[in-house]
Nanobody, 125 residues
Framework: QSQIAESGGGLVQPGGSLRLSCAAS????????IGWFRQAPGKEREGVSC????????YYADSVKGRFTISTDRAKNTAYLTMNSLKVEDTAVYYC??????????????????WGQGTQVTVSS
């Protein structure tokens, strides 16, 4: 019933841009905190960006500040992660998550109620 599906991953050159989508079904994203996480080979899962839907407050990992932007489209019940100035170190599987907690808490703890299956982002020349 309640599901999240990520899409938009792919191969991009360093300095390029990519937008990931997170489509939710069975629940409405505007009543939840939405988060984007990533996991690179040999690394632990990292909270990249989260948004508290009620007031729009956001959290960004230091490594992506100024480059990534989290947003939502209420009509489409979809969240997005717009990634600019991509670096090789951004290569990872990116996951979307939803939770009933603040943006900071979701991104820091990684404690979510819903998880997507992940989408691969590869930054390489």
């Amino acid at each position: 019933q309640s599901q999240i599906a990520e899409s938009g991953g792919g191969l991009v050159q360093p300095g390029g841009s990519l937008r990931l989508s997170c489509a939710a079904s069975g629940f409405t994203l505007d009543k939840y905190t939405i988060g984007w996480f990533r996991q690179a080979p040999g690394k632990e899962r990292e909270g990249v960006s989260c948004m508290y839907s009620i007031d729009g407050s956001t959290y960004y990992a230091d490594s992506v500040k100024g480059r990534f932007t989290i947003s939502t489209d209420r009509a489409k019940n979809t969240a997005y992660l717009t990634m600019n100035s991509l670096k090789v170190e951004d290569t990872a599987v990116y996951y979307c998550a939803g939770a009933e907690r603040t943006a900071h808490t979701l991104c820091i703890t990684g404690s979510a109620d819903y998880w997507g299956q992940g989408t691969q982002v590869t930054v390489s020349s």
